[in-house]
């Protein structure tokens, strides 16, 4: 049941320097990038109610601007995993 070899099955996104604005991408549009939520009101409305953890910590405010400096680990709900790359 551990967290063991998690990662490795997780899906994945790359993302390029033209993905991110000033070295910073809003978590709003990264959901909708990753295919976490179909729509960028859904994911305000997912990351308002809670439902979205980055790096084992809750996020909750929609304006949020993430550096992606190597990997970042994003969580929708409780089981849903994705992995965010920085490719370059």
């Given amino acids: 049941f551990g967290g ?6 997780m899906p994945s996104t790359e ?7 000033d070295g ?3 978590l709003l549009n990264l ?8 729509s960028v009101s859904e994911a305000r409305r997912l990351v ?6 980055v790096n084992n910590e809750k ?3 929609p304006k949020t601007f993430l550096s992606i400096d190597g990997e970042v ?3 929708k709900g409780k089981k849903i995993y994705h ?3 920085m490719k370059g």
Avoid: F, M, R, W
Wanted: proline share 3%; aromatic share 0%.
């Fill in 4 to 9: 063991a070899g998690i990662s490795e099955n």
């Fill in 48 to 53: 308002q109610q809670g439902g979205i953890t």
């Fill in 83 to 85: 992995k965010v790359v």
């Fill in 24 to 26: 910073k991408i809003g």
């Fill in 73 to 75: 680990i994003i969580k």
């Fill in 59 to 61: 996020v909750s405010d």
């Fill in 31 to 38: 959901l909708v990038k990753t295919k976490l939520c179909p």
């Fill in 15 to 21: 993302l390029t320097a033209d993905d991110l604005n």
